[in-house]
Nanobody
Framework: QAQLVESGGGLVQPGGSLRLSCTASGIALNYFSIGWFRQAPGKEREGVGCIRGTNGDQYYSDFVKGRFTISGDNAKSTMYLQMDRLEPEDTAVYYC?????????????????????WGQGTQVTVSA
């Protein structure tokens, strides 16, 4: 059974940076797409971005493009979400997820329903 554990959340001032980690066990991440999602209070879960395997093509939602970067370390079975120039609107619980096998010529999926395994989430609060 695959398990994902996120870490790295916290309180940061607007304009600051955080790096979230997502460590996997029971699954070889380099064969799967990995997605990052977030859910703010009173709002639906939304996709932040995804990556094919630990270092493949990436997709980002418009509201984080140019500010967030997804990367991975296959040897550590860990994915990262580097978040720069954070804004108060980025405040949310952030989740990593995996499940979709990488398919040739197909981008990583951006919809949450495509993902099977989820971490417990980590809180990110952007506030002065």
């Amino acid at each position: 059974q695959a398990q994902l554990v996120e870490s790295g959340g916290g309180l940061v001032q607007p304009g600051g940076s955080l790096r979230l980690s997502c460590t996997a066990s029971g699954i070889a991440l380099n064969y799967f797409s990995i997605g990052w999602f977030r859910q703010a209070p009173g709002k639906e879960r939304e996709g932040v971005g995804c990556i094919r395997g630990t270092n493949g093509d990436q997709y980002y939602s418009d509201f984080v493009k140019g500010r967030f970067t997804i990367s991975g370390d296959n040897a550590k079975s860990t994915m990262y979400l580097q978040m720069d120039r954070l804004e108060p609107e980025d405040t949310a619980v952030y989740y990593c997820a995996t499940g979709p096998l990488i398919r040739y010529g197909v981008m990583c999926p951006s919809d949450a329903y495509e993902y099977t395994y989820w971490g417990q989430g980590t809180q990110v609060t952007v506030s002065a």
